[in-house]
């Protein structure tokens, strides 16, 4: 088959969780079909320069990245992340029917140029990667009303339940004054998604969800669809044990640190949970490792034991030095990229339920589970101080991962779902 998929950033390099699993998707589908590729530039990319490629290319991607691209895709297209001011955000989002999310990526060049790819390539899929790349498409079928023949069918890959990940944010905003601002964004979020969000499962020929919970999640809302469940996976080749030796009483977390459930995980956890283990384990150190920290992110830094490290090169050497990974996550839908790269690398993982939410792990066995801040500094300090009993979590964690949610597996039940939606 002749695909093309929408990304709302490039997907390569795969240093964060929607471009991984754009980029691992591609790479394995482009291995039995055709892919091309349409996706947005990376927001830092727009001062121009030597990493860019002419005009003329009609890309915006630095040349190696697209030159990378290129091994798996016949065609490659980047336009300009499109530039909101705070005044226009906050003003739709008080009085735009449309949810904040479907508004973040309109851009008319966008627009435009899938409307010429369309007229030109007779494609067989559309794969649209999460919600905010629907508008696109949305807006194209209706706006071509039949004079694009034969549109395609549209796979759409939710990234998330995304007012089921609202609904939970305002849920959990509320318990707290200060979060009240952002329980008020959520409230009145959380309605326009399910509306907006319905319409483009019901208008998508077939729908992936991440996991079994945003599944029935999606399902609820749109009856009747089409829908295969493709987790996120690791790239075990490249996450993997190295044999480093751990820095004993070290904890990792790692992730985006702008986004909100990230920032609420590392805030909790340092208000409330580490400051516990930290009086019984002193010398106890809790790295936050990310891009993009919040101020209130950078200011944990303050704390004793507390280091945000900011964007690094390379995660992994983290992850192999630390001696847990904590996943202190109260926000949030999908399969968490993190713990399933820290089991890949052998490093024994702590997570909320919620934090492991849609990877089918077995709790003691493969990881430690706890949800209030006594059981999870308890869950912390009894591994810190029974190493040979999280080396054997461990251990069994990274051959489940191994196991289970390998690319090349997760893939193929992508392309079985192509199969179903032929027939």
């Given at each position: 088959?002749?695909i093309?998929?929408?990304?709302?950033?490039?997907?390569?390099?795969?240093?964060?969780?929607?471009?991984?699993?754009?980029?691992?998707l591609?790479?394995?589908?482009?291995a039995?079909?055709?892919?091309?590729?349409?996706?947005?530039a990376?927001?830092?990319?727009?001062?121009?320069?030597?990493?860019?490629?002419?005009?003329?290319?009609?890309?915006?991607?630095?040349?190696?990245?697209l030159?990378?691209?290129?091994?798996?895709?016949?065609?490659?297209?980047?336009?300009?992340?499109?530039?909101?001011?705070?005044?226009?955000?906050?003003?739709a989002?008080?009085l735009?029917?449309?949810?904040?999310?479907?508004?973040?990526?309109?851009?008319?060049?966008?627009?435009?140029?899938?409307?010429?790819?369309?007229?030109?390539?007779?494609f067989?899929?559309?794969?649209?990667?999460?919600?905010?790349?629907?508008?696109?498409?949305?807006?194209?079928?209706?706006a071509?009303?039949?004079?694009?023949s034969?549109?395609?069918?549209?796979v759409?890959d939710?990234?998330?339940?995304?007012?089921?990940?609202?609904q939970?944010?305002?849920?959990?905003?509320?318990?707290?004054?200060?979060?009240?601002?952002?329980a008020?964004?959520?409230l009145?979020?959380?309605?326009k998604?399910?509306?907006?969000e319905?319409?483009?499962?019901?208008?998508?020929?077939?729908?992936?969800?991440v996991?079994?919970?945003?599944?029935?999640?999606?399902?609820?809302?749109?009856?009747?669809r089409?829908?295969?469940?493709?987790?996120?996976?690791?790239?075990?080749a490249?996450?993997?044990?190295?044999?480093?030796?751990?820095?004993?009483?070290?904890l990792?977390?790692?992730?985006?640190?702008d986004?909100?459930?990230?920032?609420d995980?590392?805030?909790w956890f340092?208000?409330?949970?580490f400051?516990?283990?930290?009086?019984q384990?002193?010398?106890?150190?809790?790295?936050?490792?990310?891009?993009?920290?919040?101020?209130?992110v950078?200011r944990?830094a303050?704390?004793?034991?507390?280091?945000v490290t900011?964007?690094?090169?390379?995660?992994?050497?983290?992850?192999?030095?630390?001696?847990l990974?904590?996943?202190?996550?109260?926000?949030?839908?999908?399969?968490?990229?993190?713990?399933?790269?820290?089991?890949?690398c052998?490093?024994p993982?702590?997570?909320?339920?919620?934090?492991?939410?849609g990877?089918?792990?077995t709790?003691?066995?493969?990881?430690?589970?706890?949800?209030?801040?006594?059981?999870l500094?308890?869950?912390?300090?009894?591994?810190?101080?029974e190493?040979?009993?999280?080396a054997?979590?461990?251990?069994r964690?990274?051959?489940?991962?191994a196991?289970?949610?390998?690319?090349?597996?997760?893939?193929g039940r992508?392309?079985?779902?192509?199969?179903?939606?032929?027939?």
């Open positions: 088959m002749r093309l998929f929408l990304t709302p950033q490039s997907p390569y390099p795969p240093n964060k969780g929607t471009a991984t699993r754009n980029y691992n591609i790479v394995n589908v482009a039995r079909h055709e892919v091309h590729l349409l996706t947005f990376d927001a830092g990319l727009e001062g121009g320069g030597e990493a860019h490629v002419a005009a003329a290319e009609g890309s915006l991607l630095p040349q190696a990245d030159d990378h691209l290129r091994r798996y895709c016949a065609a490659v297209e980047a336009v300009p992340v499109p530039r909101r001011s705070a005044a226009r955000r906050l003003a989002a008080l735009s029917p449309t949810p904040d999310l479907a508004l973040r990526l309109a851009s008319a060049e966008l627009d435009r140029r899938l409307a010429s790819a369309l007229e030109r390539t007779p067989d899929l559309v794969q649209v990667e999460g919600l905010e790349m629907a508008p696109h498409w949305l807006g194209l079928e209706a071509s009303a039949g004079q694009i034969g549109f395609p069918r549209v759409l939710a990234h998330n339940a995304e007012y089921l990940l609202q939970r944010a305002f849920t959990n905003d509320l318990r707290r004054p200060r979060k009240w601002p952002g008020a964004y959520s009145l979020q959380w309605p998604l399910r509306h907006y319905a319409r483009a499962c019901r208008l998508a020929a077939g729908v992936v969800a996991s079994e919970n945003d599944r029935r999640a999606l399902a609820a809302i749109a009856p009747g089409p829908m295969a469940v493709v987790p996120n996976g690791v790239d075990t490249y996450f993997r044990p190295s044999g480093t030796p751990r820095e004993p009483n070290a990792v977390f790692t992730g985006t640190m986004f909100r459930p990230n920032v995980a590392v805030l340092c208000q409330q949970v400051p516990r283990i930290h009086a384990v002193p010398d106890c150190t809790f790295y936050i490792v990310g891009q993009r920290p919040k101020p209130e950078r944990l303050g704390m004793p034991g507390v280091e900011g964007s690094v090169d390379d995660v992994r050497p983290y992850l192999w030095r630390a001696a990974c904590v996943v202190p996550l109260r926000v949030g839908g999908g399969t968490r990229f993190k713990i399933l790269e820290a089991m890949a052998g490093t993982v702590v997570s909320t339920t919620l934090g492991a939410e990877i089918a792990l709790a003691g066995v493969h990881a430690a589970l706890a949800d209030t801040p006594q059981d500094a308890g869950a912390v300090v009894a591994l810190l101080r190493p040979e009993r999280a054997a979590m461990a251990e964690g990274q051959a489940f991962a196991a289970n949610y390998g690319w090349k597996v997760l893939a992508l392309l079985a779902f192509y199969q179903e939606l032929r027939q």
